[in-house]
Nanobody, 126 residues
Framework: VQLQASGGGLVQAGGSVRLSCAASGLTFSSYNLGWFRQAPGKEREFIAAISRSGTLTTYADSMKGRFTIARDNAKNTVYLQMNNLKPEDTAVYYC????????????????????WGQGTQVTVSS
């Protein structure tokens, strides 16, 4: 199984970035998908998750309204659209796949995810 995240880079505050995560080696539509991030010196934190069909989404409160998760099961890809970026959004962003079909609060927990991508760096300059 491989999850390949891309789309990171350097962006100015107030700008937008769309991250992509392409999956292979798994039945993509059978997995809930999540995005997490880890800033320097901090623990990894939950950003958003999307259900297998894409009909359910959930977000960390601090990112609701600025970030949008989406998936394309035909392309085996999950996306994270990030708008109005702030310097505190600087982090390594990770995608992850969860093989348990159950939804709810569990999809916010790192340990529920079976597979992880390698991460992509997003740096927001002020």
């Amino acid at each position: 199984v491989q999850l390949q995240a891309s789309g990171g880079g350097l962006v100015q505050a107030g700008g937008s970035v769309r991250l992509s995560c392409a999956a292979s080696g798994l039945t993509f539509s059978s997995y809930n998908l999540g995005w997490f991030r880890q800033a320097p010196g901090k623990e990894r934190e939950f950003i958003a998750a999307i259900s297998r069909s894409g009909t359910l989404t959930t977000y960390a409160d601090s990112m609701k309204g600025r970030f949008t998760i989406a998936r394309d099961n035909a392309k085996n890809t999950v996306y994270l659209q990030m708008n109005n970026l702030k310097p505190e959004d600087t982090a390594v962003y990770y995608c992850a796949a969860d093989g348990n079909p159950a939804w709810g609060i569990r999809v916010r927990r790192e340990y529920e995810y079976n597979y992880w991508g390698q991460g992509t760096q997003v740096t927001v300059s002020s």
